[in-house]
């Protein structure tokens, strides 16, 4: 990868934002927003499947965290209201997993819900009259969950995650041309497990960033700053700058955030955590705040990232196109339509999930 200069950033571009009105509720409880859901889109269609919330107590007083089932349908149109129809129900309850969009269906892979975790991979298509269809595809040779996925070459690919309850490294990828052969493990990228990382393909290649790993024995937790790029031909992964802000001198980690290709060189990425007081959390150390007050605070206090961040592969750059409150989320799914982009649900500070669905058109 080449040094980045400043001469060198991705060019802002104009970038309309939004708020898109409607939101699935066949389901008790699913009205109150969703995060780590599946989602995507299959012509014309925009889907949601699955996720999950706390619509009893909330999980600052202890709540249960419920998993959905329901596979929703709404039409893309030039209008922000979406209208929201139950065209089907996933095999089980379940969120944490990947979707892809692809060839008119949306894959869907592993997650977990609160029983256990899920080596399913299958696909989701629709008949005429708008229902769901689903198609079981070779299962995972482990069960993963909070992994990240995208498609390169014709090829399903998935990175890090819970791996049979454990942080991973792994990379697996599934060739669609070639489903006999089944899942294939790739070279592991390099450093520590990431859980909950955020990843996407440009130009041949996988990009992956963000993610973090819990205390584990006597290793410490870690939260990713850096960021890395692997070349399927060539068996190999490079480093690559890690998200910032120029401007604040700051890293941003990117974990539970999101990330998709547009254009021909360009990764856009949206929310996240904030590095140092997650790191904080999941470390045991609660030095900003008692860990009994943790779950507590307002929205603002945890720092979502709320910049949307642009990296250019060419230059191995990034730069900030702007800072949108809308953004700051975790545990929310992004899904492109060229240069159209929906941010769908999430959470906007940890237990508090959100409903919101928006658009960014970047002209």
């Known amino acids: 990868m080449v040094s980045c200069s400043s001469e060198a950033s991705p060019r802002k571009q104009r970038v309309c934002i939004q708020q898109m009105s409607g939101f699935p509720n066949e389901e008790s409880g699913f009205s109150l927003g969703v995060s780590a859901c599946y989602a995507g889109i299959i012509g014309d269609r925009l889907i949601i499947a699955g996720g999950c919330n706390f619509p009893g107590k909330p999980a600052s007083e202890g709540g249960e965290k419920r998993f959905y089932q329901g596979i929703y349908s709404a039409k893309i149109t030039s209008d922000t209201t979406l209208v929201w129809s139950q065209v089907g129900e996933l095999p089980f309850s379940a969120a944490y997993g990947v979707s892809i969009s692809h060839s008119g269906k949306l894959f869907i892979i592993g997650g977990n819900n609160s029983e256990r975790s ?24 482990v069960t993963l ?3 990240a996925g995208a498609i390169l070459d ?13 942080p991973a490294s792994s990379v697996y ?9 089944g899942w294939r493990e790739e070279i592991p990228f390099p ?28 290793r410490d ?21 890690g998200a910032g802000i120029k401007e604040a001198d700051e890293k941003l980690t990117l974990t539970g955030g999101t990330s998709t290709a547009m254009s021909d060189s360009l990764i856009v990425c949206t929310g996240g955590v904030n590095k140092d007081i997650f790191w904080d959390a999941i470390s ?20 979502f990232n709320k910049n949307l961040m ?37 959470e906007l500070k940890p237990g508090i999930r959100t409903t919101e669905i928006d658009r960014l058109i970047i002209e």
Request: proline share 6%; glycine share 10%; with cysteine.
């Open 118 to 141: 899920f080596s399913s991979v299958f696909s989701i298509s629709l008949t005429d009259s708008g229902k769901a269809v689903l198609d079981t595809l070779p299962s995972l040779p």
């Open 145 to 147: 969950d909070n992994m």
């Open 154 to 166: 014709n090829a399903l690919y998935v990175v890090g995650g819970n791996e049979n309850g454990m």
């Open 173 to 181: 990828s599934f060739c669609l041309d070639a489903p006999q052969k």
């Open 191 to 218: 450093g520590v497990p990431r859980v909950q990382p955020v990843c996407a393909v440009q130009n041949g290649l996988l990009f992956i960033w963000g993610g973090f790993c819990p205390r584990v024995g006597e």
């Open 221 to 241: 937790a870690n939260v990713a700053m850096d960021g890395y790029c692997y070349q399927p031909l060539k068996k190999v992964w490079e480093p690559i700058m």
């Open 284 to 303: 045991g150390k609660y030095s900003f705040i008692p860990r009994e007050n943790y779950l507590t605070q307002p929205v603002d206090w945890y720092r």
């Open 310 to 346: 642009v990296y250019d592969i060419r230059h191995n750059c990034w730069a900030t196109w702007g800072e949108y409150s809308c953004l700051a989320r975790a545990g929310a799914v992004a899904v492109g339509n060229g240069r159209e982009l929906f941010i769908i649900g999430g």
